[in-house]
């Protein structure tokens, strides 16, 4: 006997260097049981495993769910090409498989052993032993058909839901286009009547007030109250009157901002004269009501691009703001500074302030900043609303820093033009 083949074979069997004697049997007996339920146990898994040899491409060795998977025994494979197995395309290939160098690959394939009806689509993880070692090559193969029958119909219900989201989206942008139409129309027909009736009220007025009035004669005390109520009921159709111009007139423009309808006339140039425009045209609701208007403007302002008259209408609005919830006797500050490449433009009024939830929706439509601030004034909800689309145009953002009792500073910001 070979002393040296005896310690390999006595090694392998898990015995050392301890020769193969009869006292050993049970313990070899044990070692064979444990590779019986060892295969059997494999024998229960849903993939099928088999062994190919290297030299010859063939299948050695088959465990595994082979017959339920592939409709063949262990039997009927054992001794197959597994190249034989595989599509033409990856036939080519099998040869480059197991002589790669890399130790595992992975694949899909419609594999259809020889002699068997069935093709059944499988993943094959591919293990090919190191160039140092010696082995078969070890083949997983895993029934994918239901995953990818579950991927079939997930893609289909992805694609159905795409398709419904589109039409959604499309029937959502015409049924949004026709709102704009409508409140165009609508806005442009209530226009053109009001004009109307504030221009006749305006009249009848003057000349009730500088005409009519003044000649009649020798007025009793109850024709006097009539007179005055008749001249303060004209002056609440003028103010309601006014009002409801101002509401059309801004959903109008909100209308066009949402829509992406208006035009900026975009010049480079300093901040300053816009501040100046805008505080000039608003001094007179500031000098009546007792308010002392204030500016500070830091010096050498970079210039931005922006539109100028867009610009006055962002703070006439702030500052129609500031006027409505001041009190008489204060102060309302207007500053300007850089900050980076932003100029900031501030207003700030000692008004009641704002409730800190309300600090996001005062720039909501239809939320009125009087709704956050204890105050009675009114106003149609939207004047924000169209600052925030008109700085968002000159790619800035605007915002409200406020604590109740302590007033409100509404900020917006620009980027200064590039040199």
């Known amino acids: ?143 994918i058909r239901e995953r990818k029958q579950a991927e079939e119909e997930a893609k289909r219900h992805s694609m159905e839901l795409e398709t419904r989201v589109r039409q959604r989206t499309q029937a959502l942008k015409q049924a949004n286009q026709a709102k704009d139409e409508f409140v165009s129309f609508i806005s442009h027909e209530l226009r053109t009547p009001m004009t109307s009736i504030l221009g006749f009220t305006s009249l009848i007025r003057k000349k009730l007030a500088r005409t009519i009035f003044p000649n009649m004669h020798n007025p009793d005390e109850k024709t006097i109250r009539d007179q005055h109520k008749i001249l303060d009921n004209l002056n609440i159709i003028m103010q309601e009157g006014n009002r409801l111009t101002t509401l059309i007139n801004d959903t109008l423009d909100l209308s066009k901002h949402e829509a992406e309808r208006i035009e900026y006339t975009m010049r480079t140039d300093s901040i300053v004269p816009v501040i100046e425009q805008a505080m000039n045209a608003a001094q007179g609701i500031f000098d009546a009501a007792d308010i002392v208007l204030q500016t500070h403007i830091a010096d050498n302002l970079p210039p931005v691009t922006a539109d100028a008259d867009r610009l006055v209408q962002v703070l006439l609005n702030l500052l129609s703001n500031a006027a409505k919830f001041s009190e008489a006797g204060s102060t309302v500050h207007v500053r300007a500074q850089t900050a980076g490449t932003y100029v900031l433009i501030s207003v700030e009024d000692s008004g009641p302030g704002i409730e800190p939830d309300m600090q996001d929706a005062v720039f909501d439509k239809f939320t009125q900043a009087n709704a956050a601030r204890k105050g009675s004034n009114k106003g149609t909800g939207l004047g924000l609303a169209i600052c925030r689309h008109i700085i968002a145009a000159h790619g800035g953002r605007i915002w409200v820093e406020s604590e109740p009792g302590k007033g409100s500073t509404f900020t917006f910001s620009l980027p200064t033009a590039r040199s």
């Open 1 to 143: 006997m070979d002393p040296k083949k005896d310690s390999q074979r006595n090694r392998l069997m898990g015995l050392g260097d301890r020769s193969l004697s009869k006292s050993y049997y049970p313990e070899l007996r044990q070692r064979l049981e444990e590779l019986e339920h060892f295969r059997e146990l494999l024998n229960t898994i849903n993939d099928t495993i088999l062994f190919v040899e290297t030299d010859t491409g063939r299948i050695s060795t088959v465990v595994g769910a082979a017959h339920s998977m592939l409709g063949c025994t262990p039997e009927e494979l054992t001794g197959t090409v597994f190249a034989d197995m595989l599509p033409p395309h990856i036939r080519k290939h099998a040869d480059a498989l197991f002589a790669g160098k890399r130790e595992f690959t992975t694949l899909e394939a419609e594999v259809q052993p020889p002699g068997c009806n069935a093709s059944v689509l499988v993943e094959l993880k591919i293990r090919v032993p190191s160039e140092d070692a010696h082995g078969p090559v070890i083949i997983v193969a895993r029934d």
